[in-house]
Nanobody
Framework: VQLQASGGGLVQSGDFLRLSCAAS????????IGWFRQAPAKEREKIACISATEKTTYYTDSVKGRFTISRDNRRNTAYLQMNSLKPEDTAVYYC???????????????WGLGTQVTVSS
């Protein structure tokens, strides 16, 4: 499966963005989807994931209550709704796909190009 993240941009603190992850080459429904981010000089971190069946979602503590992951398998697209953005959310955001049943422990070997999110204070 090929993935492409989009929807990033420059926003102010408190604003919102919705990122999209469009899949091609294989039905998105086969995969768990994870959203990751990497800030300058920091390691990549997993911030949210959703199982292939949509029954399970996980979030890292720093985004709980602010970010929501979802998917529309008919449109072959996953989303990350990001509300109440903070300057520390500034990073390149990536989506990735995995065949594991548990999206949080998946190895994620299918990656798309990232999209830059910059939050100004």
């Amino acid at each position: 499966v090929q993935l492409q993240a989009s929807g990033g941009g420059l926003v102010q603190s408190g604003d919102f963005l919705r990122l999209s992850c469009a899949a091609s080459g294989s039905p998105l429904a086969y995969y768990a989807i994870g959203w990751f981010r990497q800030a300058p000089a920091k390691e990549r971190e997993k911030i949210a994931c959703i199982s292939a069946t949509e029954k399970t979602t996980y979030y890292t503590d720093s985004v709980k209550g602010r970010f929501t992951i979802s998917r529309d398998n008919r449109r072959n697209t996953a989303y990350l709704q990001m509300n109440s953005l903070k300057p520390e959310d500034t990073a390149v955001y990536y989506c990735a796909a995995d065949n594991s049943a548990n999206c949080w422990t998946g190895t994620y070997d299918q990656w798309g190009l990232g999209t830059q999110v910059t939050v100004s204070s």
